[in-house]
């Protein structure tokens, strides 16, 4: 089992859960979080003033897949997810030792 | 490539970001968590009864390095996170297998 854990723009939330959900994936978490890759955010002018942003608004999502399907499903990621622009974001991926299934105990690829 | 996790106080997060750009770190993503834990100063209340679920407000911060510089980025942040009675919180490290920059599919170190 991988875990795969994307964070890419908010507004492309949409589109990247539309593209998992046709692929039959059914089962991911996202939270909204802050953060800056190497550009460390961006400047804005607002009344002449001029300000640094450092945390920009990203979209994380986390799913656990089945070792055969991962291929599938990162390929999806980085294509819905892609706009070609400085700000897409990453994709890590980790290598998952167990997964339990709280209500019924199921253990491994079982409880996914 | 490893990726580490801080769970630190919200007051330090400038400070640790600020030291982790000063040496070259310059991508990472935060969230806002909740741990147990107590704090001194006014308890929260509600219509007179004390309220707290005993849970206090964490910022986590995540970044992703290679492992050789793991050592270093994990010192920086706990140096950058301890400050006076404040202990600092938590790190936690993680093995990483695969890294993807979503706008054009750069892999691993390359996409850190």
């Keep these: ?112 | 490539m490893r990726r580490i996790d801080a769970i630190i106080s919200p007051a330090q997060l400038e400070a640790v970001r600020e030291s982790l750009i000063a040496v070259g770190f310059e991508g990472l993503t935060v969230t806002e968590v909740f741990r147990p834990g107590s704090e001194a100063g006014p308890q929260p209340c509600y219509r007179g009864q004390p309220t707290s679920s005993g849970l206090l407000r964490r910022t986590k911060i995540e970044i992703v390095v290679r492992d050789d510089e793991a050592d270093d980025a994990i010192r920086i942040i706990s140096d950058a996170a301890r400050v006076g009675s404040d202990q600092g919180g938590d790190i936690f490290v993680y093995q990483l297998s695969e890294t993807y920059r979503i706008r054009n599919q750069q892999r691993d170190e390359a996409a850190i």
């Design chain 1, 1 to 112: 089992m991988k875990k795969l854990e994307g964070i890419i723009q908010p507004f492309k939330l949409q589109e990247v859960l539309d593209a998992l959900k046709a692929t039959g994936v059914d089962g991911l978490t996202v939270s909204e979080v802050k953060g800056h890759g190497r550009q460390k955010g961006h400047k804005e002018v607002y009344r002449g003033m001029e300000y640094n942003v450092d945390f920009l608004p990203k979209t994380k999502i986390e799913l656990v897949a089945a070792e055969g399907r991962v291929d599938e499903i990162l390929a999806t990621l980085l294509k819905a997810a892609r706009t070609g622009q400085i700000g897409d974001g990453k994709i890590f991926i980790y290598e998952v030792v167990d997964a339990i299934r709280i209500r019924n105990g199921d253990r491994g690829e079982a409880a996914l």
